[in-house]
Every structure is written in C-alpha cells, then in structure tokens.
C-alpha cells in the first residue's frame, strides 16, 4: 500500500466525501482491505473521516429527522396539549414533561432512526423490545427481580412480569396526559410503576431520561414544583460543565462537529484545518479547539449561575443555554437526542426568562433534591465507575464508559439467540436498508457499509481514552490465533441499542455481572468465542495530567472481568500524546485487578521497536546490571521515556525467569523514594524494625544473610519497612508544621470569641473580629489538609500518637475552644467536646509517664467524637429554634450522613488513620457548607442577626470563613494528597545543607560494599605476592577493576533493597581477561565474622589465598561531607570547547575551579565519551544561550573528567553522590552510544536516585 496513503499526506487520494444519499467512500478496494494490517486499517479509517467534514450523508441524514421532529411537536400539540392556551401555561408545561417520557419509551425520541444506528425500525424499536418477553435488562435489583419471578430464569433476561409492568407503566403515562388535571392521583401510581420497572431493567428508568424528566416528575408533586424543576434544570447545566474540565473534552469537539449540519456547505478539510493541531502529522486539537472547549465548559457553569441573577442579566443566563442547546442540535450528535435539546430550551425560556428563581419551600422536596441533585451528582463526578453517567450528569463530556463487544464468526449461530429487532452488528442492517430503498443509486456506499464498525471505531478512538483498543485486538487476535477478518466488533452504542432496547452512553448496564450471565445463560457461548472489552471513565480528582488513569479490561464473556485476558491502567496524557492508532501497549499480565498491571503501569510502547536491544549481545551485562538496579527499586519516573523503554526491553528476558519479580521497578510519580507496588505496611511491623535497628545485632552485615527464597522476600520486605519509616519521619516533620498552624489558628480562634464578647457593637469592631475569625478557619482547615496528606497506606495514627503523647496537648486544643465557647448551648451542649478535652489531655500526662496504664479511649477515637459533636450539636440546636433557617434542613441531612459515616468505619473497624483522615475532613467541611448556608440565610432575609450588628459585615464574614474552610480542602483534592505531600516534604526537609549530609550518607553506604564466598574478585598481579592487599593497592593511575557482583551487590545491600534470583557468583559477566593484563581472577573462598577481612583464591596458578583487608575503607559520613566540600569543583561554560568532549581528550582537572562558599552548581552532567562530541558540544552551546536568556549568566558544569583528580580517581568517585547533591539539575546528554554504556546506565539509575524530590531533570541530544 502506498505510505502516502496511510499519513493521509495532502497528495494522496482518500476516496469521494459523502453525498446526498451515499456515505463517505473508503480508498481501498476489497482486495487492498484485506491485506491491510488491523492497526493501518484504523490508522487510515481515522484519517479519512478526520479530513472530510462528514462521513454520513448530511441531507439524507436532515430529511430523516425533519419528519420526527415533526411528529414530536404535532404529536404533543394535537393529542395532548390544550391549545385553547398558550403552551407556557402550568398545566400544558406538566402535560408537556410527561409526554417527554412517553416519547422516549416509544422509541420515537432518543437513539431512534439513523443516528440511533436503528436502520430497520426507525421509530418504536424501544418499546417493541421492553414489550417482548426473554430480551436482555439489566435490572437495578437482580435478587429481588429474581425473587419477584419465582426464581425462573436469570435476572438479566427479561420476564412476563417485567413486561406486564412496562405496559402499566406506559398506560398510567397516557392516563395522566389525557386527565384534565395533573395530581397525585394521576403521578402517584406513575411512580409506583416506574420503581417495579426499574426493578427488572434500569434501560427503562434510563429511557425515562431520570436524570431529568423524572425528577421533574416529582416535583409536581408539591405546590412549588415550578421550583424545584428550576432546580432540576440547573443541576443539569452547572454539573455538565464541571464534568468537561478535565483534559477529555477538548477531543469531543472534533468529535461532534463532524456530520454536522452545515458539515457539507463547508469546504473539505476545512473542519481538520481549524480543529486539528496539524493533520495528517499531528490529529490532536489544535490550541484553538482547547480554548473552546474550556470556554464552552465555563459557560455551562457561568449561564446556569446567571440564570440565578435578576434581569437583565438572568435573560443572558437563559438565552445563553438556549443558544448552547441549538449548538448541540446542529451538531447532530448521535444517539438523536433533537426533541431533548428542544425541551431544555423550552424549559430555559419558561423556568428563567417567564419565571424567576426561587428555591422550593416543602420540606420533603428540599431533601430529595439534596439527594439527587447535589449528593449523588458528587459521587458520581468523583467515582464516576460507581454512578452511570447521566445520573451523575455527566453528558457529552467524553469521559464516557464504553465498551465494545468481539464475537467470532463461529459463534454467530449461539449470538443470534439473543432477542432483537435488528442484528446487533448494524452494518448488516444499513446494507439491507440501502438495498430496500435505493438499490443502484446507493451503490457507492457499499465499501462504507461493509466497514461500517470499523468507521465508527475509528471515529471513537480519536477520543484519547479509547486509544489502547486497537493494540487490544492485536493481542487479542494474537493470543487465540485469530485474523481479524475472523471476528466481528461492535462499539457498545450501536450495539446495545438492540441488545438493550435504549442506550445513550449508558455501559453500566452492560458492565454487571447479571448481563454477563443473561448472555451465557441465553446464548451458551464456549470460551473465546465472545469477549467485551471495557474501558473505565477516569477519575476527575485529584486533577494532573499524571493523576487522570484510563482503566480497560478484556475478559472472555465465559469467564468474566476477574479473570480479565487483558487489563491495564494508562494515564491520559500518554494516551493523549499519541495519535489515534499509533499508541502500542506494552505485554500485559493477567490478574483480577485494573491498575497496575500492564508492564510499567505509565509507560506503553511497542515491544517490536525494542527487539534489537534483546537480541543485543552487549547489552547482556547492562540487561544484569539494570535488573539489580530495578530490584532495588531506584529507578524514578523522572527517566527520560526513550530510556525507559530500552531499559525495560533489556529486561524482559530477565523477568520472565524470575519466579520473585514483582513490578517495583518505577517509582511512585509524587513519592520517588518509595516503589508504588509496595503494600502496606502494617503499624506493628514497624515497631518491629524500630526495635531491630536499636539492637545490638542490627549491624550484622547482609552477607551472612541466606540467599534462599524466605531470606530475599525478607530483604525486600524490610526495604519496604526502611521506606515506610522515612515517610513517617517526614510525615512527622510535615505534622510540626500543621501543629504550629493548629496552636496559631486556636489563638486567633480565642482571640475572636473573647473580643465578639468584649467589644461594643461597631463596624470596625466588627470588621477586626471578622479578620480574625477568617484567618483562625483558615488557619484550622490548612491544619486538617496538612493532615489529610498523612501516609495512609503505612501510617497507624494511633500508634504514631501513642509514641508521641505530647500530641495530644495540641490536639486538645480545638474541643478545647469549642466546649469552652459553646458549653452553654441548648437543647444539646458541647459535652462530647468536654469528654474529647479530658481524654486528650489523660493520654497525654499518663502517656509521659510511663508507669500509669489507664484504659483511656484512643486519641483517634475521642477526635471522632468532637467531629460528631462539631456536625451534630449545632444542627440540633438550629433545628431547635422557633424559626429555623432554610439552610438547616440541608446542614441537619449533611451532619446525619457524616455521623453515619463515622460510625460506619467505627462498625466496620477501619484502620485508625482512614477514621481520622474520614471524620475531620467531614467536620470541616460540614463547618464550610455552615457559614456558607448562614451567609445564604442572611442575604435572603431567612435569618435575624444580633440586634445591633451588621448584617452586611456578617454576610460578608460567613462568605470568607466558608472560603477559608472548604479552599484548602478542595485545593487537596485538586492537588493530590501524595503531590502535597511531596511539596511539602521538598519543603521542609530537603534543604541544601540536609541535601548534602544525604549525599555524603549515601557515599558511605555505596563505599561499604559486602563480600560472598564464591564470588568473582580481581587481583593485581603483584598482589598475589602479598598475604594481604592493602588499601593503597586500588589507588593510581590505573583505575580500580569493576567488580559488578562485589561492588554493585554491595552497594545495593547496603539499603536493603538486593532481591536477585541469581547467586553472586552467576551474577558477573564474563571479563575479557587480555583486555586487563593487570589483573587476575579470583574467588572469595573466605569471609571473617563481620565481613571485614576476606580471602581470595586466584583462578590460575598455584599460588595461595590472598587476604584483603578492608576496615579502613569505609569513611564515615561526617569525613565524606568534609572531603566532598573541600574537593568540590565545577566548571565555567567559558572555558569550555568541543575538543575537550572527544574521547581522545585528555585531563583537564585544571580548566575546573573550587567552588565558591553558598555557590550551587547548576548542571550535574551525564553522558557517554563515546558520543558525538560535536553533538554534545551543540546541545552544550544551544542549553548555555538559552540559560544565559533566562539568568542573565552562562551556567557552571560538574564533569567528572575535569572535576575529578585524574591522579586520585577513587577519592573523587567516593564522594560522588555528594557532588550531585550540590548541582541543581542533572543534564543527561543522550547520544547514541549512552544507553549501552554500563557505567552510564549504573550513572543515570543511581545518581537519579540521589535527587531530592521535586528536583528536575533536562533531557538534551
């Protein structure tokens, strides 16, 4: 095939646009099609339809629903509505809701005729489906529904009751359209029958559209319902727009003006021209389509909010939806929701442009639509797998969950069991259309029609989150030995719509397990004869191209998700970096968990482009070396990907023979000391480490450790331990910081409450004690979300505070405060304060003793109670008085659900520090939700203040403290605890001087290598005769030989962290002994008691053990910081030049100078001497000029040849992590030769693993 053909190159020829009648051709002929790879077929699908304006033919398309649309409004206006007024009047509104909901059940509205995919039966499929007994459901309840039908059957297989109920329900929705009044008598029964439908198939509550038009039903319960659908509409528009801002709904845009409207009066390419950041190179949104979408997401938010307003400014709020909605229209999207659109303008204009806010005053209605509106939409933005999406309201917002469905052509007789209207697989369908209807004239659709699913999905994988499919059916196909022309695919929305009778981005009713055994149990598949490949929305918070995951499962429909074939988690902005069918995953594992299971977790590349580098033989030793090093587990994230890649690919042979490997090679993205697969670490383990190191015995070396399985798990558990104790040592420094601002906020806190007492009514007054009161909330909430950062995962709070009584003093602050300051309120005083006040401060005095032991509830406990005693108390005191404020029925609900929360962790014995984690985000945020329903209070008049204060000041003053408490945990959320965590650990720990001290430990630990007997070890030919090597042996200009087993093993022991399969002696490769004449190979075949005399037995010759004595070879820290201060030299650009970056080159120790006093050198370099030195010098000068802009100087260079003392290598080796901790950056020059270069793989993995965190790393060359 042509090459242009596939880049979509402007030159070459991707077949004829659509027609009036005819859809976009495909450029390849049959036989051209089938010799195209499944990945080129995609690649030149996705290309096709990016360049023209419209695939399916738009006028044939318009004239279709033109006629639909006109049976919507002639049906409404001629059956049902009383036309002797105008349609805005009350009744002929409600008149109008319901008949929404019977259109739609109807099949005559939503996901009906050609953009529906139905292509048989345009209009009535929805109802004829629901109405026939054995088709699939999806039932809400699957064990009541089956107990409902006597336990005949499978739940998702729909019943003779199931279909009795349907009927009901569509006859109570004609009774209540044609009664002359719309009242409980004719809405209550509708209810009723909607709840037994949604019981057996919750297609049906979700054809109802109850996201929209039932709730609205429910308001018309009440006598302000007009409020409550005010409410309704609003939720609708401002949860839609939170739910675009995320990185996914720019590549809706793209998506959903193709086929649109004006699509074919527009010139071709003219869409991919303005959308497109470059097509064909780069099919991405351009920077004009993110604006867009931004702006377009903001307005869904800022409208609604305007709607809120008085006039003018409430009409800009409602026309501005009206004109969004017509936007959605012309697009025509597909699933047709036209009549959905029209109705939400219908409601724009009469809830806000007839009517003017006000919120609903009944009791009941105010609660439900807490529930639905505000509680439930929460959930579902945050854990979007938990909720569907249009319960959640989250439409059009390409975070969708989709799924497709694989069925071999050999189980096609077993598929066509399933009840339809029409064959799942639609292409089939619109062949037979297009053969009724135009015959010849439709000819030139055939090649389109044919590749019907293959155009859809290529149209769906430009959204980012679907990307992985395509490397999905290439495993797939590989592991059963399929061709992909031996299978059928089908994206789930045209598929479902004749499964399921209705979809509109609704995969949760095909993600349950009842809908996977409905399909066994009707169509007796065998195994690998049909499979769904599901793919997860992603979690909008914490908010970070590195935090939104795609999570995707293939799993044979035999087996079911637990037992995924394929699964994995990819983060989106890898997923976006690619192009639509250019992403490649790397081999996956099995398991019946999504996250972490393909390769690295983060990175996915084809294992084709890395097969050279396994078939390499130079690489085998950095392949060993590397595979140590991932063991150890100091391979950070911050690699440059390219490097990434290779190291893995050198890995693969290694892993697969490993019965031990487990993933801990890439570091957790915001704790780069601490590998992500490590479990949790359980409070006691780490006492018991605690007590290991204080031991006597806690110096043994590791090298009289057994190299047995037990003993290897037990080296990499208490590596895990060593991490988890540097966390909480952080964690506790981080704490410091939040029990400062703790005792600040509790005085600004006394501050206020004695000077509210003590100063006369004024407004400056006022205004000062408002201050105040402002900073101590904030104070107090910045305190919580420092402490929400806590390390959950290894951190037991309970035992953490239990070893630091003096904790609870300041813990005991705020209930402090608050049993002093609200003691006196009635009917419930602060007595849950008191009690939390008297059991923190007990710990604290009897845990400072150590000879009382009182049975005193723990801390964690008693500051669950005075979070109990902060929501509750003050809800049953508002609801005490003889006018309560609107707002305290929804703080009462709020205070209800966050105790329950609390006791549901108490019942459910939670671990210590989820509860505290849990009950004092609730607490603060309940207070936040508070002063922002009393400042709501005040300003509608539904509360007095004190006589004589100021209600604006109060107003003011409840708005900020509201702001001042949700901010800071909203901004956690936002951030990430484990990113806030990092920040703050980068700030209050790492600071340059504590940078080095690191630096000079780490030198240490490196130099304290260990020995094994049998191990390789090199001699100088003059030593063997000597009994004894001296230290001095090393020194000179010849360099030390590199002993990989010796010295690696033992810099890796020394941390704990070795796990290797493999025996020391199997570990060192093979040396080319005429390469070093110098020196002979040996073994160790002695080692005394503590390790620090050796004796070695030379492979060749007679001679005799030769004994090495090393205790004066490690230096303590302390001399090491000295040495590696007092030799510590760096390099000017100014002297620099391209010859001395050739191999050739020779010392240069005199072109570096000492550094000066509080000087920081700025790039620490990394490179390969056998690289390009013209190359290098380029990216040197091009890194210079652009540092030179930026700081006004040229930067300084540590380079080891120059900086180093070529006459005493060893001493400048030895204190090598010291001169990275003083540099501030690492500059990696990247050449050719770098990766395969052992000493630059061991530079790069383990100089990276000295870096502090949040230190930054530049990738040149």
Same mark, same amino acid.
């Given at each position: 095939?042509?090459?242009?053909?596939?880049?979509?190159?402007?030159?070459?020829?991707?077949?004829?646009?659509?027609?009036?009648?005819?859809?976009?051709?495909?450029?390849?002929?049959?036989?051209?099609?089938?010799?195209?790879?499944?990945?080129?077929?995609?690649?030149?699908?996705?290309?096709?339809?990016?360049?023209?304006?419209?695939?399916?033919?738009?006028?044939?398309?318009?004239?279709?629903?033109?006629?639909?649309?006109?049976?919507?409004?002639?049906?409404?206006?001629?059956?049902?509505?009383?036309?002797?007024?105008?349609?805005?009047?009350?009744?002929?509104?409600?008149?109008?809701?319901?008949?929404?909901?019977?259109?739609?059940?109807?099949?005559?509205?939503?996901?009906?005729?050609?953009?529906?995919?139905?292509?048989?039966?345009?209009?009535?499929?929805?109802?004829?489906?629901?109405?026939?007994?054995?088709?699939?459901?999806?039932?809400?309840?699957?064990?009541?529904?089956?107990?409902?039908?006597?336990?005949?059957?499978?739940?998702?297989?729909?019943?003779?009751?199931?279909?009795?109920?349907?009927?009901?329900?569509?006859?109570?929705?004609?009774?209540?359209?044609?009664?002359?009044?719309?009242?409980?008598?004719?809405?209550?029964?509708?209810?009723?029958?909607?709840?037994?439908?949604?019981?057996?198939?919750?297609?049906?509550?979700?054809?109802?559209?109850?996201?929209?038009?039932?709730?609205?039903?429910?308001?018309?319960?009440?006598?302000?319902?007009?409020?409550?659908?005010?409410?309704?509409?609003?939720?609708?528009?401002?949860?839609?727009?939170?739910?675009?801002?995320?990185?996914?709904?720019?590549?809706?845009?793209?998506?959903?003006?193709?086929?649109?409207?004006?699509?074919?009066?527009?010139?071709?390419?003219?869409?991919?021209?303005?959308?497109?950041?470059?097509?064909?190179?780069?099919?991405?949104?351009?920077?004009?389509?993110?604006?867009?979408?931004?702006?377009?997401?903001?307005?869904?938010?800022?409208?609604?909010?305007?709607?809120?307003?008085?006039?003018?400014?409430?009409?800009?709020?409602?026309?501005?939806?009206?004109?969004?909605?017509?936007?959605?229209?012309?697009?025509?999207?597909?699933?047709?929701?036209?009549?959905?659109?029209?109705?939400?303008?219908?409601?724009?204009?009469?809830?806000?442009?007839?009517?003017?806010?006000?919120?609903?005053?009944?009791?009941?209605?105010?609660?439900?639509?807490?529930?639905?509106?505000?509680?439930?939409?929460?959930?579902?933005?945050?854990?979007?797998?938990?909720?569907?999406?249009?319960?959640?309201?989250?439409?059009?917002?390409?975070?969708?969950?989709?799924?497709?469905?694989?069925?071999?052509?050999?189980?096609?007789?077993?598929?066509?069991?399933?009840?339809?209207?029409?064959?799942?697989?639609?292409?089939?369908?619109?062949?037979?259309?297009?053969?009724?209807?135009?015959?010849?004239?439709?000819?030139?659709?055939?090649?389109?029609?044919?590749?019907?699913?293959?155009?859809?999905?290529?149209?769906?994988?430009?959204?980012?989150?679907?990307?992985?499919?395509?490397?999905?059916?290439?495993?797939?196909?590989?592991?059963?030995?399929?061709?992909?022309?031996?299978?059928?695919?089908?994206?789930?929305?045209?598929?479902?719509?004749?499964?399921?009778?209705?979809?509109?981005?609704?995969?949760?009713?095909?993600?349950?397990?009842?809908?996977?055994?409905?399909?066994?149990?009707?169509?007796?598949?065998?195994?690998?004869?049909?499979?769904?490949?599901?793919?997860?929305?992603?979690?909008?918070?914490?908010?970070?191209?590195?935090?939104?995951?795609?999570?995707?499962?293939?799993?044979?429909?035999?087996?079911?998700?637990?037992?995924?074939?394929?699964?994995?988690?990819?983060?989106?902005?890898?997923?976006?970096?690619?192009?639509?069918?250019?992403?490649?995953?790397?081999?996956?594992?099995?398991?019946?968990?999504?996250?972490?299971?393909?390769?690295?977790?983060?990175?996915?590349?084809?294992?084709?482009?890395?097969?050279?580098?396994?078939?390499?033989?130079?690489?085998?030793?950095?392949?060993?070396?590397?595979?140590?090093?991932?063991?150890?587990?100091?391979?950070?994230?911050?690699?440059?990907?390219?490097?990434?890649?290779?190291?893995?690919?050198?890995?693969?042979?290694?892993?697969?023979?490993?019965?031990?490997?487990?993933?801990?090679?890439?570091?957790?993205?915001?704790?780069?000391?601490?590998?992500?697969?490590?479990?949790?670490?359980?409070? +006691?383990?780490?006492?018991? =480490?605690?007590?290991?190191? !204080?031991? $006597?015995?806690?110096? #043994?070396?590791?090298? %009289? &450790? *057994?190299?047995?399985?037990?003993?290897?798990?037990?080296?990499?558990?208490?590596?895990?331990?060593?991490?988890?104790?540097?966390?909480?040592?952080?964690?506790?420094?981080?704490?410091?910081?939040?029990?400062?601002?703790?005792?600040?906020?509790?005085?600004?806190?006394?501050?206020?409450?004695?000077?509210?007492?003590?100063?006369?009514?004024?407004?400056?007054?006022?205004?000062?004690?408002?201050?105040?009161?402002?900073?101590?909330?904030?104070?107090?909430?910045?305190?919580?979300?420092?402490?929400?950062?806590?390390?959950?995962?290894?951190?037991?709070?309970?035992?953490?505070? +239990?070893?630091?009584?003096? =904790?609870?003093?300041?813990? !005991?602050? $705020?209930?402090?405060? #608050?049993?002093?300051? %609200? &003691? *006196?309120?009635?009917?419930?005083?602060?007595?849950?304060?008191?009690?939390?006040?008297?059991?923190?401060?007990?710990?604290?005095?009897?845990?400072?003793?150590?000879?009382?032991?009182?049975?005193?509830?723990?801390?964690?406990?008693?500051?669950?109670?005075?979070?109990?005693?902060?929501?509750?108390?003050?809800?049953?005191?508002?609801?005490?008085?003889?006018?309560?404020?609107?707002?305290?029925?929804?703080?009462?609900?709020?205070?209800?659900?966050?105790?329950?929360?609390?006791?549901?962790?108490?019942?459910?014995?939670?671990?210590?520090?989820?509860?505290?984690?849990?009950?004092?985000?609730?607490?603060?945020?309940?207070?936040?939700?508070?002063?922002?329903?009393?400042?709501?209070?005040?300003?509608?008049?539904?509360?007095?203040?004190?006589?004589?204060?100021?209600?604006?000041?109060?107003?003011?003053?409840?708005?900020?403290?509201?702001?001042?408490?949700?901010?800071?945990?909203?901004?956690?959320?936002?951030?990430?605890?484990?990113?806030?965590?990092?920040?703050?650990?980068?700030?209050?720990?790492?600071?340059?001087?504590?940078?080095?001290?690191?630096?000079?430990?780490?030198?240490?630990?490196?130099?304290?290598?260990?020995?094994?007997?049998?191990?390789?070890?090199?001699?100088?030919?003059?030593?063997?005769?000597?009994?004894?090597?001296?230290?001095?042996?090393?020194?000179?200009?010849?360099?030390?030989?590199?002993?990989?087993?010796?010295?690696?093993?033992?810099?890796?022991?020394?941390?704990?962290?070795?796990?290797?399969?493999?025996?020391?002696?199997?570990?060192?490769?093979?040396?080319?002994?005429?390469?070093?004449?110098?020196?002979?190979?040996?073994?160790?075949?002695?080692?005394?008691?503590?390790?620090?005399?050796?004796?070695?037995?030379?492979?060749?010759?007679?001679?005799?053990?030769?004994?090495?004595?090393?205790?004066?070879?490690?230096?303590?820290?302390?001399?090491?910081?000295?040495?590696?201060?007092?030799?510590?030299?760096?390099?000017?650009?100014?002297?620099?030049?391209?010859?001395?970056?050739?191999?050739?080159?020779?010392?240069?120790?005199?072109?570096?100078?000492?550094?000066?006093?509080?000087?920081?050198?700025?790039?620490?370099?990394?490179?390969?001497?056998?690289?390009?030195?013209?190359?290098?010098?380029?990216?040197?000068?091009?890194?210079?000029?652009?540092?030179?802009?930026?700081?006004?100087?040229?930067?300084?260079?540590?380079?080891?040849?120059?900086?180093?003392?070529?006459?005493?290598?060893?001493?400048?080796?030895?204190?090598?992590?010291?001169?990275?901790?003083?540099?501030?950056?690492?500059?990696?020059?990247?050449?050719?030769?770098?990766?395969?270069?052992?000493?630059?793989?061991?530079?790069?993995?383990?100089?990276?693993?000295?870096?502090?965190?949040?230190?930054?790393?530049?990738?040149?060359?």
């Amino acid at each position: 095939m042509n090459e242009s053909l596939l880049t979509g190159s402007k030159d070459c020829n991707l077949g004829e646009g659509a027609g009036i009648i005819n859809f976009a051709s495909v450029p390849l002929d049959d036989d051209a099609w089938k010799r195209t790879s499944l990945r080129d077929r995609l690649r030149l699908t996705s290309l096709k339809i990016l360049r023209d304006n419209a695939f399916l033919p738009i006028p044939a398309v318009i004239s279709t629903y033109v006629p639909i649309g006109l049976i919507w409004w002639f049906g409404f206006q001629c059956i049902f509505m009383d036309t002797s007024t105008s349609l805005l009047t009350d009744l002929n509104m409600k008149r109008l809701l319901v008949y929404q909901v019977l259109h739609g059940l109807l099949g005559l509205g939503a996901t009906s005729s050609l953009l529906g995919f139905r292509f048989k039966w345009h209009l009535g499929s929805t109802a004829i489906h629901f109405l026939t007994p054995g088709t699939l459901c999806s039932p809400l309840l699957p064990q009541v529904a089956n107990l409902l039908n006597f336990g005949r059957g499978v739940p998702g297989q729909r019943s003779i009751l199931a279909v009795v109920s349907f009927a009901a329900y569509i006859a109570l929705l004609l009774r209540a359209l044609l009664a002359p009044e719309l009242g409980a008598s004719q809405l209550l029964p509708i209810y009723l029958a909607l709840a037994l439908c949604t019981v057996f198939d919750f297609t049906i509550y979700l054809a109802s559209r109850g996201e929209h038009y039932v709730y609205m039903l429910v308001c018309l319960m009440f006598p302000d319902w007009r409020n409550g659908m005010q409410c309704v509409q609003l939720a609708l528009w401002s949860w839609a727009g939170v739910s675009k801002m995320g990185p996914w709904f720019q590549y809706v845009l793209p998506f959903i003006t193709k086929d649109s409207a004006v699509a074919n009066l527009l010139p071709r390419g003219f869409l991919a021209k303005i959308m497109l950041a470059d097509f064909p190179r780069d099919v991405n949104p351009s920077m004009f389509t993110t604006v867009l979408a931004w702006t377009g997401a903001l307005l869904e938010i800022v409208f609604p909010a305007l709607c809120c307003c008085s006039v003018p400014l409430r009409y800009v709020g409602a026309y501005g939806m009206i004109a969004y909605h017509f936007f959605i229209g012309v697009c025509m999207p597909f699933a047709s929701v036209f009549e959905w659109n029209f109705f939400c303008m219908i409601l724009a204009y009469y809830l806000f442009v007839v009517n003017q806010l006000s919120l609903p005053s009944s009791l009941f209605l105010q609660s439900f639509l807490v529930l639905v509106l505000v509680l439930i939409p929460l959930f579902g933005q945050l854990y979007p797998t938990l909720v569907p999406f249009l319960i959640a309201y989250r439409p059009y917002a390409g975070n969708w969950r989709f799924q497709w469905y694989i069925v071999h052509k050999k189980a096609l007789p077993k598929h066509q069991k399933l009840k339809t209207l029409e064959d799942p697989f639609t292409g089939n369908n619109l062949g037979w259309m297009y053969r009724m209807l135009f015959g010849k004239w439709g000819a030139a659709s055939k090649s389109a029609i044919e590749r019907w699913d293959w155009f859809l999905t290529a149209s769906i994988i430009y959204v980012p989150a679907y990307r992985p499919l395509v490397s999905i059916l290439e495993k797939l196909c590989e592991e059963n030995g399929w061709d992909i022309d031996d299978v059928l695919f089908s994206h789930s929305e045209a598929y479902q719509n004749q499964v399921f009778g209705w979809s509109l981005g609704t995969g949760w009713i095909a993600a349950r397990e009842c809908t996977r055994e409905a399909f066994n149990a009707i169509c007796q598949f065998g195994k690998a004869e049909m499979y769904f490949v599901q793919f997860e929305p992603c979690k909008p918070l914490p908010y970070g191209r590195e935090n939104h995951v795609i999570q995707f499962r293939c799993f044979d429909v035999t087996e079911g998700p637990e037992n995924a074939q394929i699964h994995g988690a990819v983060p989106y902005a890898q997923l976006a970096a690619s192009q639509p069918a250019d992403l490649y995953l790397s081999e996956g594992q099995s398991g019946d968990d999504l996250v972490e299971t393909w390769e690295t977790g983060e990175a996915c590349w084809s294992l084709d482009k890395c097969v050279h580098w396994q078939k390499d033989s130079a690489c085998d030793a950095n392949g060993l070396h590397l595979r140590m090093l991932l063991h150890s587990g100091v391979i950070p994230q911050s690699i440059p990907p390219e490097l990434l890649h290779q190291h893995h690919a050198i890995l693969v042979p290694f892993v697969s023979q490993d019965p031990l490997w487990r993933p801990i090679s890439v570091m957790d993205p915001d704790l780069p000391h601490l590998p992500r697969t490590l479990s949790a670490v359980p409070s +006691e383990s780490i006492r018991q =480490l605690g007590r290991r190191a !204080a031991s $006597p015995d806690s110096s #043994t070396p590791l090298s %009289r &450790v *057994s190299a047995s399985k037990s003993s290897r798990r037990a080296q990499i558990e208490e590596f895990t331990l060593h991490m988890a104790l540097e966390r909480l040592r952080v964690f506790y420094a981080v704490l410091q910081v939040g029990l400062i601002l703790l005792a600040c906020g509790m005085l600004f806190t006394a501050a206020a409450e004695l000077l509210w007492r003590v100063l006369p009514p004024g407004r400056t007054a006022e205004w000062v004690v408002s201050a105040i009161s402002v900073c101590s909330w904030l104070l107090t909430s910045l305190t919580v979300s420092i402490a929400s950062t806590c390390p959950i995962e290894e951190l037991d709070l309970a035992s953490f505070i +239990e070893a630091r009584p003096n =904790l609870c003093f300041f813990m !005991a602050l $705020p209930p402090a405060l #608050t049993a002093a300051a %609200r &003691v *006196s309120e009635l009917p419930m005083p602060r007595a849950l304060s008191l009690i939390t006040v008297l059991g923190l401060v007990g710990r604290g005095c009897f845990g400072l003793c150590r000879r009382f032991h009182l049975p005193l509830p723990g801390a964690v406990f008693l500051l669950e109670l005075w979070c109990l005693d902060m929501m509750v108390s003050p809800s049953v005191n508002g609801m005490a008085r003889a006018d309560p404020p609107r707002t305290e029925i929804l703080l009462s609900l709020l205070a209800l659900i966050g105790a329950a929360v609390i006791i549901a962790l108490w019942a459910t014995r939670s671990q210590s520090t989820i509860r505290f984690y849990v009950a004092t985000n609730l607490a603060c945020s309940w207070s936040g939700f508070y002063f922002a329903g009393r400042a709501f209070d005040l300003a509608m008049g539904y509360q007095q203040w004190e006589v004589g204060r100021q209600v604006d000041i109060a107003i003011v003053a409840a708005v900020a403290m509201s702001a001042a408490t949700l901010l800071p945990l909203l901004g956690v959320s936002i951030v990430g605890r484990r990113r806030l965590f990092k920040a703050l650990g980068d700030k209050f720990e790492h600071s340059r001087s504590r940078q080095l001290q690191s630096g000079a430990f780490m030198a240490m630990l490196l130099d304290s290598y260990f020995v094994q007997r049998g191990q390789p070890w090199w001699l100088r030919q003059h030593a063997l005769e000597t009994e004894t090597v001296p230290e001095n042996t090393f020194n000179g200009n010849t360099p030390r030989p590199f002993d990989l087993s010796a010295s690696l093993g033992s810099k890796l022991s020394s941390i704990d962290s070795l796990c290797s399969a493999a025996t020391p002696a199997s570990m060192m490769p093979e040396m080319d002994m005429s390469a070093r004449p110098d020196f002979v190979k040996g073994r160790v075949v002695q080692v005394s008691k503590d390790g620090s005399v050796f004796w070695v037995k030379p492979e060749i010759g007679e001679h005799r053990s030769v004994k090495v004595d090393r205790r004066q070879q490690v230096i303590p820290w302390p001399q090491l910081l000295e040495l590696g201060r007092k030799n510590l030299r760096c390099m000017d650009w100014q002297s620099q030049s391209e010859e001395l970056w050739s191999q050739n080159a020779g010392p240069g120790f005199q072109l570096s100078r000492p550094v000066a006093g509080g000087e920081v050198i700025d790039f620490f370099v990394s490179h390969s001497w056998s690289d390009n030195s013209h190359r290098k010098f380029r990216a040197l000068h091009f890194l210079a000029e652009e540092f030179h802009v930026r700081h006004g100087r040229y930067p300084t260079f540590w380079v080891d040849k120059f900086c180093i003392d070529q006459s005493s290598v060893e001493d400048g080796l030895r204190v090598l992590p010291v001169n990275v901790m003083a540099c501030s950056k690492v500059l990696v020059l990247c050449g050719s030769s770098y990766p395969s270069r052992l000493w630059c793989a061991w530079e790069l993995c383990v100089l990276l693993s000295f870096m502090p965190l949040g230190l930054q790393q530049d990738m040149r060359l």
